[in-house]
């Protein structure tokens, strides 16, 4: 597949919601399947995930994590190209004050998510 098919806005848009958006783990883990390779790595600050299940726990930690009005929105489009997509998004409260801000940047083989590398915005950048 050419690289320069893949719909990076779309996918990344879709990770986004449907993963880090999802509080039910069963209906998350079916988009992780639908998003991810089977062998995906998802990388945080402080920890890396690999595989369905393993990053299905580690998105499940983070949203206990945090209140339950708290939501990840995309500050724009994600734009790639060569395979990898970039995805800047916050989170906060629904309606509320953005609390955290980051990047996404993910590594593509096809059309699914190889590698998910997640950066934080320090606080106050």
Do not use: C
């Not at 945080?44 to 990053?55: K, L, Q, R, W």
């Amino acid at each position: 597949m050419n690289a320069e098919s893949i719909d990076y806005n779309g996918l990344m848009q879709a990770n986004l919601t449907r993963v880090f958006g999802e509080r039910d783990a069963d209906r998350r883990l079916v988009a992780i399947r639908e998003l991810y390779a089977g062998d995906a790595v998802l990388y945080e600050p402080d920890a890396s995930a690999t595989g369905h299940a393993a990053i299905n726990h580690s998105v499940s930690k983070l949203l206990s994590s945090l209140p339950p009005t708290f939501a990840f929105t995309a500050t724009g489009p994600a734009v790639g190209h060569h395979g990898v997509g970039r995805l800047r998004w916050q989170s906060g409260p629904l309606n509320g004050p953005v609390a955290v801000t980051g990047i996404d940047v993910a590594h593509f083989h096809g059309n699914l998510i190889q590698s998910l590398f997640v950066f934080l915005d320090p606080a106050g950048g």
